[in-house]
């Protein structure tokens, strides 16, 4: 194939180039930044779509955020692929930080901000091992004569899932807001001096265009 790596890469490479691109996220983030403001739409549209892809980041649906950010921007008439880069947000640097303001509001507003510090002691990752361990045993029950049991997949959404869910509503939102705020007037910035530049272009051509026409050299 043309495009395939003349070195494959070890699975311990893929994980390490997955938490830190080989180009950086600096340069990452100024790739998307630069395709949002490019992106041919109303200022306002690209707005609610950045509101929707940062929106479903705070959620715990992992694996479906595209679609949920391409759901809720149609949804909200926003630009679909301004909410696709947005989704961006979340990454191996933030998701610690989302997951943690997700499940911290999602506590206290449950009621529950007092077993927060236990629930971080006995391990959240240690409860999503449960969970998929829960769901990988339990389908194989289905085929053969072992009993299912739920009690960790339950604790997993109770204590987990739930609560990250709640949180993320209130967080997202309140992240999605500012950087609306915050990302409108930069888009309308950039088209307007995008729009300048282009008819400072096209007036050019137009001038060397009827100086040609006359027969004189156009001026440089």
Do not use: C
């Not at 987990?160 to 007037?185: H, K």
């Amino acid at each position: 194939m043309v495009f395939k790596r003349r070195e494959k890469l070890s699975n311990l490479r893929k994980v390490l180039e997955f938490l830190w691109p080989k180009s950086g996220y600096a340069r990452a983030f100024n790739y998307v930044k630069l395709r949002v403001h490019r992106i041919p739409d109303q200022p306002h549209r690209i707005a609610r779509g950045i509101f929707a892809g940062v929106f479903v980041t705070f959620s715990p649906f992992f694996g479906l955020h595209f679609f949920l950010a391409a759901g809720l921007a149609k949804v909200m008439r926003g630009n679909i692929i301004a909410s696709l880069f947005a989704t961006f947000v979340g990454n191996p640097l933030t998701f610690f930080f989302i997951a943690t303001a997700s499940l911290q509001t999602g506590n206290l507003l449950l009621g529950r901000i007092g077993n927060f510090g236990d629930e971080m002691d006995r391990g959240i990752g240690g409860k999503f091992v449960d969970a998929w361990q829960d769901l990988k045993d339990n389908t194989i029950a289905l085929f053969t004569d072992r009993d299912a049991d739920w009690a960790n997949l339950y604790i997993f959404y109770d204590e987990v899932f739930f609560p990250y869910m709640v949180g993320g509503l209130v967080t997202g939102a309140i992240a999605g807001v500012v950087f609306y705020y915050l990302s409108l007037p930069v888009i309308q910035a950039y088209q307007n001096r995008r729009k300048g530049r282009l008819k400072e272009k096209l007036l050019a051509l137009k001038e060397k265009a009827a100086a040609k026409a006359d027969g004189k050299t156009p001026q440089d």
